[in-house]
């Protein structure tokens, strides 16, 4: 399918971006492996978290979605899970193989994992060798990639140093850990998204945490809870650009997610001068949230690498395209991470920016770009990958004539209803 983006005079009014995904997703999940019923009120009813719903519902869970956005999970207990009759598809989501692959190493059953063509390339030995450690039994197409074909089972705890900062590994660590016969001590080279983390301790599990370094223990039982997801901040990112970049625009964010370990993207657009103020700040379940305040703004260029990266990661794409209207040179460095996500982010950010005209290039751990650049609409493929779609509409508010988003329907894994919410605040 494709879209046609044509220039905006102005953005302006108030929002609510959906549910954060990340947090969706760990909400099936863990409510699923509790006891008593677990209700998620502004879930992400989206591909990616429909693929989690799903997965859970194959291994015996009863999983109601009572209004657009409210979910409730009949949770089964630790281990109350039921073998699953067929492969487990996670489509098109990495959050969903990979969190899984620990949490079915824990079963007393065997399962396979299996995904959509991109998932299919994504590496998945960043599970395989740490899970192998704890016991599992666990392979995958040359021992990398999924189909992963896991025999349940008895498992011990480890002590792990992460090579890369890795929600994904961590989590799925953690919840392969709650099956395990010992506490595992998980440590991470820099700090990535900490929802699992706050989640677990909401439903009863033990953490220790001290810095970089994570004790999980194992559980007898965890007790469902009442999750209200905040408004996904990666969502809420390709609006905050938009507002900045739009001349003359105003927007109002509400009840955005603002873990810190995921605003990373705030502070780099006001180290760029952008106009950004956080109003209405209250926390739920650990995770903390706000309405976030946008003004058109001039931005200067600036250096985003180290531990930052994980703060920001899946928004370097359109903070790519923010960077194209800054003063001056913006380096993004540190973030190879990008290369094995829906697809190659620095390969495909550069191709499209540039098919835009902007004056960047991909360097071997991220991006350089001159600015500030004026756009002109272009054909562009999305590449199938949801975060660049979406840049790739913001970048053509701003873009002089038409742009034409070719494989636009990705936008549907992380954020269905992103069109008509553009649309709205352009009138
Ligand atoms: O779930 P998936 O496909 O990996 O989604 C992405 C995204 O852009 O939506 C990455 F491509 O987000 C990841 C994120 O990059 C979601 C996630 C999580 O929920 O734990 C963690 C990050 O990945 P990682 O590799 O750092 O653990």
């Not at 509400?254 to 873990?259: A, E, F, I, Q, S």
């Not at 650990?286 to 931005?299: M, P």
Request: glycine share 10%; proline share 5%; charged share 20%.
């Amino acid at each position: 399918m494709k879209m046609a983006i044509t220039p905006a005079r102005r953005l302006v009014g108030e929002i609510h971006v959906p549910g954060d995904k990340s947090i969706s997703h760990r909400a099936v999940m863990l409510g699923s492996i509790a006891q008593g019923d677990t209700y998620i009120t502004n879930f992400l009813m989206s591909d990616d978290c429909m693929s989690t719903i799903r997965a859970f519902r194959h291994m015996g869970v009863p999983i109601q979605i009572t209004d657009p956005d409210t979910v409730i999970v009949k949770g089964r207990g630790l281990r109350g899970l039921t073998p699953p009759k067929i492969a487990i598809d996670a489509g098109n989501s990495g959050t969903t193989a990979r969190l899984l692959a620990g949490l079915l190493s824990g079963q007393s059953f065997s399962s396979t994992i299996t995904g959509d063509e991109s998932l299919r390339r994504r590496p998945m030995d960043r599970v395989i060798t740490p899970l192998r450690k704890m016991g599992a039994h666990i392979s995958g197409v040359q021992d990398k990639y999924l189909p992963l074909s896991i025999k349940g089972g008895a498992l011990k705890g480890i002590d792990y140093f992460m090579p890369v900062a890795s929600a994904q590994v961590k989590s799925c660590l953690m919840l392969a850990t709650l099956y395990a016969d010992s506490p595992s001590r998980i440590y991470e080279p820099a700090p990535s998204r900490n929802h699992t983390e706050l989640m677990l301790q909401a439903f009863g599990g033990r953490l220790d945490i001290n810095g970089n370094e994570i004790t999980v223990y194992p559980v007898s039982q965890l007790y469902g809870q009442h999750v209200d997801v905040p408004g996904d901040i990666s969502s809420a990112a390709f609006f905050i650009t938009a507002g900045l970049l739009v001349p003359n625009s105003s927007i109002i964010l509400k009840g955005v997610g603002l873990n810190p370990t995921r605003t990373g993207i705030l502070e780099v657009y006001k180290q760029m001068c952008g106009s950004l103020a956080i109003e209405n700040v209250s926390t739920s379940g650990g995770e903390k949230r706000g309405d976030i305040i946008v003004n058109a703004s001039h931005l200067k260029g600036t250096v985003i690498g180290g531990q930052l990266i994980p703060r920001l990661i899946d928004e370097i794409p359109v903070i790519a395209l923010a960077a194209t209207q800054a003063e001056g040179t913006t380096i993004i460095k540190d973030a190879q991470e990008l290369k094995v996500k829906e697809s190659n982010r620095i390969a495909t950010v550069v191709d499209i920016l540039s098919r835009l005209g902007a004056s960047i290039e991909a360097t071997d751990d991220g991006m350089v770009i001159y600015g500030p650049t004026p756009l002109k609409g272009n054909w562009v493929d999305s590449f199938g990958d949801h975060r660049l779609a979406m840049m790739a509409a913001i970048a053509g508010l701003i873009a002089s004539g038409e742009t034409v988003i070719n494989g636009w329907e990705c936008v549907n894994i992380s954020f269905p209803g992103f069109y008509d919410m553009l649309k709205r605040l352009q009138n």
